[in-house]
């Protein structure tokens, strides 16, 4: 199984800025692409982007120019970096990784357990 741990949450104002970071762990062969989604009170779960292994991104319009995403320490980890923060990014922010456990194995897609952001005055 593989194991994603994500850290950085926390309350920032508006127009501040917020870096939150994941690290995989466990039985890992490969990992194709890592990234975040996010889930708002009462909203669907909605993809913020995500980094492949070769280093191309994708991200929602709503963050486009604002959030970054770059790979850490490492093939296993992965860093949101969050600027200009709005209200409407307040947000339980949910780390994925596609992966798979053994050369034999098809690729899954695992989640961390959330990180709670709230972007508020």
């Known amino acids: 199984q593989v194991q994603l741990e994500e850290s950085g949450g926390g309350l920032v104002q508006p127009g501040g800025s917020l870096r939150l970071s994941c690290a995989a762990s466990?039985?890992?062969?490969?990992?194709?692409?890592m990234g975040w989604y996010r889930q708002a009170p009462g909203k669907q779960r909605e993809l913020v982007g995500l980094?492949?292994?070769?280093?191309?991104?994708n991200y929602a319009d709503s963050v486009k120019g604002r959030f970054t995403i770059a790979r850490g320490n490492g093939e296993k980890t992965v860093n949101l970096q969050m600027d200009s923060l709005k209200a409407e990014d307040t947000a339980d922010y949910y780390c994925?990784?596609?992966?798979?456990?053994?050369?034999?194995?098809?690729?899954?897609?695992?989640w961390g357990q959330g990180t709670q952001v709230t972007v508020s005055s």
């Open positions: 980094i492949t292994n070769g280093g191309n991104t």
């Open positions: 994925i990784a596609s992966a798979k456990t053994s050369s034999r194995a098809s690729a899954e897609l695992f």
């Open positions: 466990g039985t890992i062969y490969s990992i194709s692409f």
